[in-house]
């Protein structure tokens, strides 16, 4: 009877954030293909990386799957949510991402799942905007998460700009365009909320490292689409340096300011995407203090990542991971809008 109680409690409240998980160990196993191939390692590590991220995405898909189908409204009620409707767009850059792990082996499987990701970060963003324009959100709703679909338009030229299909080019230009156009309207006003309006609470705080996070992948597209390294390059790339140093206390900070949630896994892939923004940024520039950042963030995303991973399978095993989860309550709060 405890085993089929706690069967529902888990799928009940399995969060669809949890794709951002799988962004993060992306994110790693292309840091370590990075690493391999500039020092001359075996690139098994890269490959393992890409291994698991595959088999925990499959798993995780057919979970949600199996929560959709045994508790409709409680997909429902996460996606109706201000807040948690935006992480969806973790499944979404999921499609978008993993087709780098699979080029290697077959770019035609790889092509029809970034394709997939495409359409269906476009069709978020634009019903998003359409619900925003209907129902403007309240001030105390304007938090870091909502980037999360505006950063899955600028993921899209990753994986495109290495394609050979002769389309994935311009397809790429479009959503990057488009991203930046949202970016720029956004950003100011989630970073103006943030200053201006109240802090996040603290089951939030490991999103403000989204905060971080367009600024590396913004630098990866434009040398992916210009093929060199120029001064807005140079820029896009220290400015995620920048805010990573100003918020990246949140990753230190994280055991002793609140229990594990999943909520944190939110720090991995802004984590990941600085590493390899930075790996790209040392072939231009052979400076000392060039080469040895991102020896640092890449142990520091490793370290990260597993012992997110290991906070993970201890609370799965022992049953703890969603029981009551604090950041529901928080998240629910949050999202009533101000009368």
């Keep these: 009877m405890n085993a089929v109680k706690h069967d529902i409690s888990f799928l009940q409240f ?7 998980g799988i962004l993060g160990l992306t994110g790693l196993s292309f840091s370590w293909r990075l690493a391999s191939a500039k020092w001359g390692l075996n690139p098994l590590t890269g490959a393992a990386f890409g291994a698991i991220v595959i088999l925990l995405f499959l798993l995780l898909l057919v979970t949600y799957i199996n929560k959709w189908i045994r508790f409709p409204q409680s997909v429902k009620a996460e996606f109706k949510d201000f807040v948690s409707v935006a992480f969806f767009a973790t499944f979404i850059v999921s499609l978008l991402l993993i087709p780098g792990i699979l080029l290697t082996y077959h770019e035609g499987v790889a092509t029809v799942i970034w394709l997939a990701g495409v359409v269906f970060i476009i069709i978020f963003n634009l019903y998003l905007l359409q619900q925003w324009l209907k129902r403007p959100l309240p001030s105390g709703n304007i938090l870091t998460p909502l980037l999360l679909p505006v950063i899955g338009l600028l993921d899209v030229p990753i994986v495109g700009s290495l394609l050979q299909w002769p389309a994935a080019r311009e397809i790429s230009l479009f959503c990057f365009a488009a991203g930046c156009s949202l970016f720029i309207i956004l950003y100011p006003v989630i970073m103006a909320r943030l200053l201006f309006v109240s802090a996040l609470p603290e089951t939030l705080q490991p999103t403000l490292l989204f905060l971080v996070l367009p600024y590396p ?15 807005l390059s140079s820029v896009l790339y220290y400015s995620g340096i920048f805010l990573l140093l100003i918020f990246g206390s949140k990753i230190l900070f994280l055991p002793k300011s609140c229990p594990f949630r999943v909520g944190w896994w939110a720090v991995s892939f802004p984590l990941t995407a600085i590493t390899i923004s930075a790996f790209r940024y040392s072939e231009y520039h052979q400076q000392l203090i060039s080469q040895v950042i991102p020896v640092l963030l890449l142990a520091l995303s490793t370290c990260t990542i597993i012992y997110l991973m290991f906070q993970t399978t201890y609370r799965i095993l022992t049953k703890q991971l969603f029981i009551n989860d604090p950041t529901k309550a928080d998240t ?3 999202s009533e809008p101000n009368h």
Excluded at 14 to 20: E, R
């Design 217 to 231: 992948i913004l630098y990866l597209d434009y040398i992916g689409f210009s093929g060199s390294n120029d001064i």
């Design 332 to 334: 629910a709060k949050i």
């Design 14 to 20: 399995l969060p669809v954030s949890l794709f951002g």
